[in-house]
């Protein structure tokens, strides 16, 4: 069965960066995009950031932009999220996720999730 194993996270300060990395496995198939979404405390769970298998298509969210960079690890089933310049407003529960392409990522809820991890900025 797909897995995907996530790892980094916990509390950072305001200003600064963090990353989060996550590994698939069991996944049946060779070509397959991978992404985050994040859910705040009782907010609804939202796209993040998306990257295709060749590790050049990319998709964020509009609240992302030049502050989150998505990038594909080597071997190619791994991802990463970089966040720099983080604020209060990126707390959340991050989610590693996994689908076809960047397109379905970012508009249909995935099929494949892991199971989150805490990312804290303090005020």
């Known amino acids: 069965q797909v897995q995907l194993a996530e790892s980094g996270g916990g509390l950072v300060q305001f200003g600064t960066s963090a990353r989060l990395s996550c590994a698939a496995s069991?996944?049946?198939?060779?070509?397959?995009?991978l992404g985050w979404f994040r859910q705040a405390p009782g907010k609804e769970r939202h796209f993040v950031a998306a990257?295709?298998?060749?590790?050049?298509?990319?998709s964020y969210a509009d609240s992302v932009v030049g502050r989150f960079t998505i990038s594909r690890g080597s071997p190619k089933n791994t991802v990463f999220l970089q966040m720099d310049g983080l604020n209060p407003e990126d707390t959340a529960v991050y989610y590693c996720?996994?689908?076809?392409?960047?397109?379905?990522?970012?508009?249909?809820?995935?099929?494949?999730w892991g199971q989150g991890t805490q990312v804290t900025v303090s005020s």
């Open positions: 990257i295709g298998w060749d590790g050049t298509t990319t």
């Open positions: 069991g996944v049946p198939f060779s070509r397959y995009a």
């Open positions: 996720v996994l689908g076809d392409n960047v397109g379905y990522l970012a508009t249909i809820p995935p099929k494949y």
